[in-house]
Antibody
Framework: QVQLQESGPGLVKPSETLSLTCTVSGGSISGYYWSWIRQPPGKGLEWIGYIYYSGSTNYNPSLRSRVTISVDTSKNQFSLKLSSVTAADTAVYYC?????????????????WGQGTMVTVSP | SSELTQDPAVSVALGQTVRITCQGDSLRKYYASWYQQKPGQAPILVIYGKNNRPSGIPDRFSGSSSGNTASLTITGAQAEDEADYYCNSRDTSGNHRVFGGGTKLTVL
């Protein structure tokens, strides 16, 4: 079965760039959409953005100026970069497979999630 | 504030039925998906589309939608259903995804 695993530094300094990678195992990254989602401690979920295996992206408008999501199909990985981080970016970051549809009243959901990785922004 | 609104907390007696709701204008045009999250764990998908359950999700979980409100119903709640529940759908532009603020379900 498909599994996702996030990896990257657990501590990032303010003003620097947060970089995470999600490795897809047990299946191909091709043919699917893939999302990043985060959750600050004690708070709710926030969608960051998605990427299609071909490279097209869509970002949360509140984060768009700082976010870049990329894909490497040869490694079966996709990545997140969040620039100019502050303490407000401290969160558990999840990657997820995105069942995607663009029309009304259709199936759209995040069906497989990674276990999440905690990233703390601190000097 | 989120474009999808959920009650912060709901409680249900063991074995009874509970409905968790999610309100938002975009729900007049798009289905919600629902996620269960237990402490220290990643969310899992429990309902998506009109009323679809992924493999392994008990049939006591069901979904429905009317107007600007999507609902997750648990018929015969079990102790293991105690968790946070989040809805997800589109924002009002239809171009981006947004989560509700979450509902903490307590099973008494």
């Amino acid at each position: 079965q498909v599994q996702l695993q996030e990896s990257g530094p657990g501590l990032v300094k303010p003003s620097e760039t947060l970089s995470l990678t999600c490795t897809v195992s047990g299946g191909s990254i091709s043919g699917y959409y893939w999302s990043w989602i985060r959750q600050p401690p004690g708070k709710g979920l926030e969608w960051i953005g998605y990427i299609y295996y071909s490279g097209s992206t869509n970002y949360n408008p509140s984060l768009r100026s700082r976010v870049t999501i990329s894909v490497d199909t040869s490694k079966n990985q996709f990545s997140l970069k969040l620039s100019s981080v502050t303490a407000a970016d401290t969160a558990v970051y999840y990657c997820a497979r995105h069942i995607f549809c663009s029309s009304s009243f259709c199936n759209d959901a995040f069906d497989i999630w990674g276990q999440g990785t905690m990233v703390t922004v601190s000097p | 504030s989120s474009e999808l609104t959920q009650d912060p907390a709901v409680s249900v007696a063991l074995g009874q039925t509970v409905r968790i709701t999610c309100q938002g204008d975009s729900l007049r045009k798009y289905y919600a998906s629902w996620y269960q999250q237990k402490p220290g764990q990643a969310p899992i998908l429990v309902i998506y589309g009109k009323n679809n359950r992924p493999s392994g999700i008990p049939d006591r979980f069901s979904g429905s939608s009317s107007g600007n409100t999507a609902s997750l119903t648990i018929t015969g709640a079990q102790a293991e259903d105690e968790a946070d529940y989040y809805c997800n759908s589109r924002d009002t532009s239809g171009n981006h995804r947004v989560f509700g603020g979450g509902t903490k379900l307590t099973v008494l």
